[in-house]
C-alpha cells in the first residue's frame, strides 16, 4: 500500500497586509446556514477565517474580499456584499 501525503501552504494572516480598506465587496456569514464545514478556512487565501464556536468568524481587517469563501460554500452560508 502506497501512501501519498498532501502538503498543504496556508500564508500567514496579513501575508499582504492590510487589505480591508481596499475591498469592495466583503463577506457575510449567514449563522443559520453554516455548518462548520470548514472548507471557506481551508480555501482563504489570506487566511483570515477561523471557527468561532457555532459559526465562522472573518477578520474583515484582512479580508481582501475575492469572494473564494462564497464561492466554495456548499451550503451557500456566505455572500458578498457591497462595502457601505
Known amino acids: 500500500m502506497q501512501v501519498v501525503e498532501c502538503l498543504i501552504s496556508k500564508p500567514s494572516k496579513g501575508s499582504a497586509g492590510k487589505t480591508g480598506l481596499w475591498r469592495t465587496y466583503k463577506p457575510v456569514v449567514d449563522e443559520s446556514k453554516c455548518n462548520l464545514c470548514m472548507l471557506c478556512w481551508l480555501y482563504c487565501p489570506e487566511s483570515?477565517?477561523?471557527?468561532?464556536?457555532?459559526?465562522?468568524?472573518?477578520?474583515y481587517e484582512y479580508c481582501k474580499?475575492?469572494?473564494?469563501?462564497?464561492?466554495?460554500?456548499?451550503?451557500?452560508?456566505?455572500?458578498?456584499?457591497?462595502?457601505?
Open 48 to 59: 483570515v477565517i477561523s471557527s468561532g464556536g457555532s459559526c465562522i468568524v472573518i477578520d
Open 65 to 84: 474580499g475575492c469572494g473564494i469563501c462564497s464561492e466554495i460554500c456548499a451550503k451557500k452560508a456566505i455572500e458578498m456584499v457591497l462595502e457601505e
